[in-house]
C-alpha cells in the first residue's frame, strides 16, 4: 500500500476532524460520535460481508462483547479504561474467532451464516440480561470521572477526534484488504471459494482472519459506544439495531467499498435527524426512512451511492 493509497483517508479524516470545531452545538457533536460509532461498527461488517461476501446479521454479538467488556473490567475489576477498551477488543475478536469457526468448519455461509450470527447474538443478549456481572436487566452505568485515565472528556469533540482516530484505523486496514495478497484471497474466495480451493487458496484461514479483523472493529465501536454514554444494558449491548445499522451504512454506502460505510453511516445518520425533526418527532419514523433508503439502494443502485458515482463518471468519460 502506497502513499497514494493513504492520501484519500487523510483526506476525508481531515475534514471531518475540522467539524467539531466549526461550532457545532452539543447536539451536533452527539450526533458526529453515534454516526462516527455507527460508521466504525459498519466498517467492520463490511470486511467480513462486503470483502468477504459471508453476511451476517449477528454483528452485535461483537459490539456487545467489546462493549461490556470495557464497562465490566472497569466496575467490577478496577481496569484503566485504556486497558479495558483494549481487552474488550481482544475479546470480541476471540468470539469472533469462535463463532467463525464453528460456523466455517461447519461449511455454513450464505443465509445459513446469516441466521447463525443472528442466533448467537441473541443467545448473548439473554445472557446478558440475566447475568449479575452485567448488572441484569437493569444494565450497568459507569461513573462519571472526567480524565484521559477514564477516556471521558470534558470537551466532547476531543471524543469525536478519539473515536475518528479508531474510524482511520479502520479506513486504512479496509484500504489495505482493497491492495493486498490476503485481499485479494478473500475476495476470490467470496466469489467461488471452491475455485479459490482449487488454485491454493486456504479458505478457511482466510475466512477466519476476515472474521476476527471485522469482530475487532466493531468490538471496538462497541467501547467507545459505553465509554461515550456511560450506560449499557442487554438491549443496547445486543439489540438487533446495531445488527441492522452496521449492515445498512455499507450496503447503502457502497458494499465491498473502503469509504462505503462511512458515506452510509453520514448519509443514513443525518436523514434519519432530519426526517425527525420534519416529522416533529414521530417515533420510528427513522427506521422507516432506512426502509425506504434500503429499498431504494437496491432496486436503482446496487453498488451504492459510491456505485452511483462511479456509472455517473464512467457515463459523463463515455459521452
Known amino acids: 500500500m502506497t502513499a497514494r493509497d493513504l492520501a484519500p483517508v487523510l483526506l476525508v479524516l481531515g475534514a471531518l476532524a475540522a467539524l467539531p470545531f466549526l461550532g457545532l452545538s452539543g447536539s451536533g457533536l452527539n450526533f458526529l460520535v453515534t454516526t462516527l460509532i455507527i ?21 452485535a454479538a461483537f459490539f456487545g462483547t467489546g ?27 476471540l468470539v469472533g474467532l469462535a463463532i ?8 455454513l455461509r450464505g443465509s445459513y451464516f446469516a441466521l447463525v450470527t443472528l442466533a448467537f447474538a441473541e443467545v448473548f443478549r439473554i445472557l446478558a440480561n440475566t447475568a449479575d456481572i452485567t448488572g441484569g436487566a437493569a444494565g450497568l452505568l459507569l461513573k462519571l470521572q472526567p ?9 466532547r469533540r476531543i471524543f469525536v477526534l478519539l473515536v475518528l482516530a479508531f474510524v482511520g484505523l479502520a479506513l486504512v ?34 475466512k477466519l482472519g476476515a ?30 439495531w446495531i445488527s441492522v445499522e452496521a449492515l445498512l451504512a455499507p450496503i447503502v454506502g457502497g458494499i465491498g467499498t473502503a469509504f462505503g460505510p462511512l458515506v452510509g453511516a453520514l448519509a443514513l445518520q443525518g436523514l434519519g435527524e432530519l426526517t425527525k425533526h420534519l416529522a416533529g418527532g414521530i417515533p420510528g419514523v427513522d427506521l422507516v426512512v432506512f426502509g425506504a433508503c434500503l429499498i431504494a439502494v ?8 459510491l456505485g452511483l458515482r462511479r456509472r455517473k463518471r464512467a457515463a459523463t468519460a463515455g459521452a
Open 39 to 59: 460508521a466504525l461498527a459498519g466498517l467492520g461488517w463490511n470486511v467480513l460481508g462486503g470483502f468477504g461476501g459471508q453476511y451476517s446479521f449477528g454483528h
Open 67 to 93: 462493549a461490556y467488556a470495557t464497562a465490566v473490567l472497569q466496575l467490577k475489576f478496577g481496569w484503566n479504561a485504556w486497558g479495558a477498551l483494549a481487552a474488550g477488543i481482544g475479546l470480541g475478536t
Open 100 to 107: 467463525g469457526y464453528l460456523s466455517f468448519r461447519a461449511g
Open 298 to 305: 437496491i432496486a436503482f443502485a446496487p453498488q451504492g451511492l
Open 173 to 206: 486496514a479496509s484500504r489495505w484488504l482493497e491492495r493486498s495478497r490476503f485481499g485479494a484471497h478473500l475476495i476470490a474466495v467470496r466469489e467461488n471459494e471452491e475455485a479459490a480451493r482449487a488454485l491454493g487458496v486456504d479458505a478457511l484461514a482466510v
Open 211 to 240: 472474521i476476527a479483523l471485522s469482530a475487532a472493529i466493531t468490538a471496538a465501536a462497541g467501547g467507545l459506544y459505553v465509554q461515550y454514554f456511560l450506560y449499557l444494558d442487554a438491549g443496547v449491548a445486543y439489540g438487533t
Open 147 to 155: 480524565g484521559l485515565a477514564t477516556l471521558q472528556f470534558a470537551d
